[in-house]
């Protein structure tokens, strides 16, 4: 039985913490139902309570977003169940790092699995009920390692390279019926991920940054709610650089 829900319900993966917990807290801010998945399941209700103490509405959503079966089947179930699937945040996302001639196909296979698969698989069966609603919204996280490369990082390079061109041809193939498909590629934002760099690495990276800072989960949060709203409906196939001017 359907239960249908009138606010517009985003699915944003990789919510439980960093850059999706801080993406889920401003789509719940700004009125949308977020539907909050990852695999740690104490985690996201933990990110669903925060949201429901502000007055946002939140569901948490247990999900390996490299199980591709699983990550279909839970965009259909959402969608069956809200009525409506409006806004698709691919934000999942992992590192497996090592230089070339020690990285493993294992390594690699992971990294495009759970960054790129995923996002692939998400954007084909959140399609189906954005063409029927001739609205959506789709906003992939990448990386401005996919627009420079990185050593150490030919996987999520290439993961995230690959975020783009697949972005941008979804862009070109479902705009007549009203769905924008866009990228957000940050720079160094601090979160998790981030945190476990070399102190060396990060001294090194600072004076590239214009702005002087790394960036903050909410910097990122505020260009994905941009790209969600009706505020950007006529930008689509974009890429929004997040990084401090990084990457000029
Ligand atoms: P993070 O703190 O490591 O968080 C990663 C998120 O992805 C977590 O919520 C994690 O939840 C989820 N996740 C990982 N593997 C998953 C899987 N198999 N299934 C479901 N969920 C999974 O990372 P972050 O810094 O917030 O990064 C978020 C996104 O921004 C990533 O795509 C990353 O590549 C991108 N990015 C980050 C930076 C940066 O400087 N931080 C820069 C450029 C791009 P569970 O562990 O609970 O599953």
Known sequence: MSNAIDRRVA???GASRGIGKAIALRLAADGRHVV???RNADQLQAVVGEIAAAGGAAEPLACDVGDGEALAAAI???ADRCGRLDILVNNAGITRDGLLMRMSDADFDDVIRVNLRSAFVACR????PM?????????NMASIAGIMGNPGQANYAASKAGLIGMTKSIAKEIGSKGITANVVAPGFIQTDMTEVLPQALKDAV???IPLRSFGKASDIAAAVAYLA????????????QVDGGLAM
């Open 229 to 240: 709203s009706d505020d950007a409906g006529y930008v689509t196939g974009h890429v929004l």
């Open 125 to 128: 069966a959140a399609a189906r």
């Open 76 to 78: 259909d179930g959402v």
């Open 11 to 13: 699915f944003v993966t």
């Open 131 to 139: 063409m029927r609603a001739r609205f959506g919204r789709i906003i």
């Open 36 to 38: 909050c998945v990852a």
């Open 206 to 208: 600072m004076p590239n």
